[in-house]
């Protein structure tokens, strides 16, 4: 492949909110890489054995920890999936834009008018694609799924898409290609509700007899594959997916792609967005059972797997040297998440949450605090660093990179950070969690005072929620064990006053946990 060159002039004056960091005093002698972007679905930050796990072996992705950088404060933007997808790929807070959870019928999420990651990148010739998850809606409201869909991710940025819509566990239960559903019979139409059923249609709550993994809260819907979903869906049988091979037609997907553009003179852009360890957990019989911790053990090492063979596709076509590669996990980690499927009964000594408290949907710092690596043979020195970055740094600090005057507010400059570990990060970030937002500067967060239950049951999750605001000290205090707040009225009162004023005034108005 030809490596694309360009000289930068410094960027001091074109990047909103510079960072320290940021590529600004010298002229630097930069190339377009190719840029995989991959990301895991629910992977807490001690699941990898990079970040200190002893009980799950990841070889391929501590490869990539030990031959890159290894960030041990790196962070989504939210504790759930859709929000931190949305700040990933536009650069945006997702509470600007009201972003949660979005049901598998939801209409697109982001404006066709906003820039994005891929469309940034498609400015500075490259081309673009998205394999695996998406959850960030598709068409409108009232969408026809047996017709072609838009807009979708090919409206944003994306040149080439294959994708599931929404998530394993909801429907419709179809792969999605380029806006239209891959192997659909026009016969046999797709129906899809969120809230009625079809007549006829079994459930995973009416006719438990059928089903093949039992659902333990909201999953008990439409049964496809022996798996009770959520939501309603009738039709599209030539079209359904089978979970088990999931990961392997994704990985096909992906090798075929990265084969084929190697060959060609642009540089290309490749959102990996995996599946694992998201519920339902069905790892291919190759892997079943062989975590010894249930489901959820075997689809980790089924996605480290998948690394590996990502990487001996890059390395056989010929391109690892000009290939830079971000890896990272939407929100923290969460064992039932719907199912019984043993992940509770097998952990063991195994601790998804690596020593940091809460989780999935929680304002503590296991919530969005997620393993963050980069990577690129020959130019990024291996190395552990401590700058806090987020993935929603992607798109300021990828259009440095490439030499994009492209920039967002939100988004920061941390490419130096990204290369370098020896460099800084941003100063504070926002973090959120199912419409409640902290405030994280320096060593410190401040979570502020929300109401509503402190422990999520069905989750087993603490969710961050305290009548009095909290203040922590993460450098001396991972797991959040001893408030500051009242030893540190200042610097309390401080802090609080720069999340208002960062934040709005209305930080406090919230919206009840919806898991589903």
Aim: overall charge negative; some cysteine.
């Amino acid at each position: 492949m030809k490596i694309n060159k360009l000289w930068l002039v410094p960027l001091a004056m074109l990047a909103l909110g510079c960072q320290k960091n940021a590529t600004t005093s010298e002229e630097v002698e930069t190339t377009k890489p190719n840029i995989i972007f991959v990301y895991m679905d629910d992977l807490g930050y001690g699941d990898i054995s990079a970040n200190g796990s002893t009980t799950i072996n990841t070889p391929n992705m501590d490869a990539l920890a030990n031959g890159g950088i290894n960030f041990s404060n790196g962070y989504a933007s939210s504790a759930t999936c859709t929000p931190s997808r949305y700040a990933a790929f536009t650069g945006e807070y997702p509470w600007r834009k009201n972003a949660q959870i979005l049901p598998g019928s939801a209409p697109m999420l982001i404006s066709t008018e906003q820039m994005t990651v891929p469309k940034m990148l498609q400015g500075a010739g490259y081309e673009t694609a998205i394999i695996g998850k998406w959850h960030l809606g598709l068409g409108t409201h009232d969408k026809d799924w047996n017709v072609h869909i838009s807009p979708g991710p090919n409206e944003v940025g994306f040149d080439h898409s294959y994708i599931m819509a929404a998530t394993q566990d909801r429907v419709p239960t179809v792969y999605i290609e380029d806006g239209d559903v891959v192997g659909l019979d026009k016969n046999d139409p797709i129906q899809i509700d969120y809230k009625k059923n079809f007549e006829g249609q079994p459930t995973g709550k009416d006719n438990p007899e059928l089903i093949t993994m039992k659902w333990h809260h909201g999953h008990n819907n439409t049964i496809v594959n022996g798996i009770p979903r959520i939501g309603y869906m009738k039709g599209g049988k030539s079209a359904l997916w089978s979970d088990v091979d999931m990961a392997d037609h994704f990985l096909d997907k992906v090798k075929n792609y990265i084969t084929t553009q190697a060959k060609t003179e642009k540089p290309f852009f490749l959102a990996y967005t995996m599946q694992q360890p998201h519920v339902p957990r069905t790892p291919h019989p190759r892997f079943e059972g062989k975590s010894g911790m249930g489901p959820r053990g075997d689809v980790i090492m089924e996605a480290d797997w998948c690394i590996g063979e990502l990487m001996k596709t890059i390395k056989q076509a010929g391109i690892e040297e000009n290939t830079m590669i971000i890896f990272s996990s939407d929100n923290g980690p969460v064992l039932n998440d719907g199912y019984y499927d043993d992940a509770v009964e097998l952990i063991g000594n195994h601790d998804p949450k690596g020593g940091l408290r809460g989780g999935k949907y929680s304002l503590f710092d296991a919530g969005a605090h997620v393993p963050f690596i980069t990577y690129w043979k020959g130019k990024i020195k291996p190395g552990k660093s401590t700058a806090l970055v987020c993935q929603m740094d992607m798109l300021n600090s990828l259009a440095a990179l490439v030499g994009s005057d492209v920039r967002s507010d939100d988004s920061k400059d941390v490419l130096g950070a990204f290369l370098d570990a020896k460099e800084e990060g941003r100063t504070s970030l926002i973090l959120e969690a199912t419409t409640r937002t902290s405030y994280r500067k320096g060593d410190y967060v401040l979570i502020p005072p929300y109401k509503g239950k402190k422990l999520n049951k069905q989750v087993n999750i603490e969710l961050g929620n305290d009548n009095e605001i909290q203040l922590y000290n993460l450098k001396k205090d991972r797991a959040q064990t001893h408030n500051l707040a009242k030893e540190n009225p200042e610097l309390t009162k401080q802090l609080l006053e720069e999340f208002t004023k960062l934040r709005g005034e209305g930080f406090g108005k919230t919206k009840k946990l919806e898991l589903m």
